[in-house]
């Protein structure tokens, strides 16, 4: 007589796997009848070793992220406007040493956090974040150790006006979205504040984002830009200008092209960096520069629509023609877009590129360049769809299309509640 004891729950009888030795089972057999756990198991037994590679190439020892449930909007730009209320998550600083996380600015995990930045000493954390689904985003900053949590910026005094005139198919007035400091001290961001419709859409049914920036107080508050169309994603570029998103229709489609500029902080000297004649990718968005390599960026390439700004990695290298898709290389090959309305994977099978309109294929989102050929990236890979709420994991991406997991949840996240896994985005905290 034998005694088999099992940890957890039993698992049933028909599916055992017995050997002698609990060191030396045979892995090949228990692939072939577990192969979901057994490629989980790979994937836990990969994110030691990926951390480990991070500190030796980063220098660093903490990698500050956010989590989320994914956006639910239907286009890129309307996150903010129309997507499904999934409070939860927060901002969490991942140890590289150890795996373990600690989350900071706790108080407000009842929320929704969008995008943030980290001050250039590495000590403070400024984003935006919802209170509830009746009120827009808003700016807010934090000490990297959790303390001094504090809003920068008020709603406009007027706002329950400009909600009860504005309030028409989504569900708040004003939004401050997507902040990042700049080196005089301010802090640029993207606002409705400019009470301008989207020009397809009346009845200001999909307010308008531009660019503002205001002093680390929130004093001082000014409109940067004065587009009839959505900006995104501001950063700062190396030599002190604003980098960002811009969609505009001169001379263009509605759906195409939404391209990357700059301008100084104040907002002078507004000048293309690339992608204003490139029909695909539709939307380029996310765009950040390259440590070390001039001229060089890279970012996020999306459909307009269905969904949130999800696609595929690319680098471009402005030292080509500018006018041409020479400066474009796939950093994610494996997914594409070549029609609107979704995106195209490469069929591991067939080899082709083959339609998926609801995001089976492997989808990205917020890479941020390392090097030339390797990223930092929120990642959900080939099978679940985009809305998957335990899909998405933050991994190194190593070109062409190489990545590997570096933080990923398997099971249900505590800390957040049962079975929610809002979408991380990743920004580095030097040592």
Not at 161 to 179: C, I, Q
């Amino acid at each position: 007589m034998k005694q088999i004891n099992a940890s957890g729950s039993m698992p049933h009888l028909a599916g055992l796997v017995i050997n002698r030795s609990d060191k030396q089972w045979d892995r090949k057999v228990f692939a072939e009848r577990f192969p979901g756990l057994a490629k989980r198991e790979q994937m836990q037994a990969t994110l030691p070793a990926t951390r480990d590679r991070l500190r030796e190439t980063l220098g660093t020892g903490e990698i500050v992220f956010i989590k989320r449930f994914p956006y639910t909007a239907n286009h890129y730009y309307t996150e903010y406007l129309n997507t499904q209320w999934k409070p939860g998550g927060g901002i969490f600083i991942l140890s590289l040493k150890d795996g373990s996380v600690r989350q900071v600015a706790a108080k407000l995990a009842g929320g929704v956090f969008g995008r943030f930045d980290i001050s250039f000493d590495a000590k403070r954390i400024v984003f935006d974040w919802k209170r509830s689904h009746g009120e827009g985003y808003r700016i807010y900053e934090v000490n990297v150790d959790g303390s001094g949590l504090r809003q920068v910026l008020a709603a406009p005094k007027n706002e329950a006006e400009l909600v009860a005139r504005y309030r028409l198919d989504y569900h708040n007035g004003t939004v401050d979205m997507h902040p990042c400091y700049l080196p005089d001290g301010g802090i640029a961001f993207v606002s409705t504040r400019c009470q301008t419709s989207t020009l397809c859409h009346g009845g200001d049914a999909f307010t308008t984002t531009v660019l503002y920036r205001m002093d680390a107080d929130g004093g001082n508050l000014r409109q940067l830009s004065f587009g009839a169309l959505s900006e995104f994603t501001p950063t700062v570029l190396s030599d002190g200008r604003i980098m960002y998103a811009r969609w505009e229709y001169v001379d263009k489609g509605a759906v195409a092209v939404k391209c990357i500029w700059a301008m100084r902080p104040d907002g002078t000297d507004s000048t293309e960096i690339y992608g204003n004649d490139i029909d695909f990718p539709t939307t380029m968005i996310q765009a950040r520069p390259i440590p070390g390599v001039p001229n060089n960026y890279v970012l996020l390439g999306c459909p307009h629509c269905p969904q949130n700004a999800l696609g595929t990695i690319l680098r471009i290298d402005m030292n080509k023609p500018i006018r041409t898709e020479e400066p474009i290389t796939y950093l994610t090959p494996e997914v594409k877009i070549l029609a609107e309305g979704g995106w195209h994977f490469r069929d591991p099978r067939s080899g082709r590129m083959v339609g998926d309109g609801g995001g089976k294929g492997p989808l990205y989102r917020d890479p941020w360049p390392i090097d030339a050929e390797r990223c930092l990236t929120a990642h959900k890979p080939r099978g679940a769809g985009s809305y998957a709420p335990n899909g998405y994991g933050l991994y190194l991406l190593e070109a062409p299309g190489k990545v590997a997991p570096f933080f990923r949840r398997t099971a249900p996240d505590h800390q957040l509640g049962r079975h929610q896994r809002p979408m991380p985005r990743i920004l580095l905290r030097p040592t």
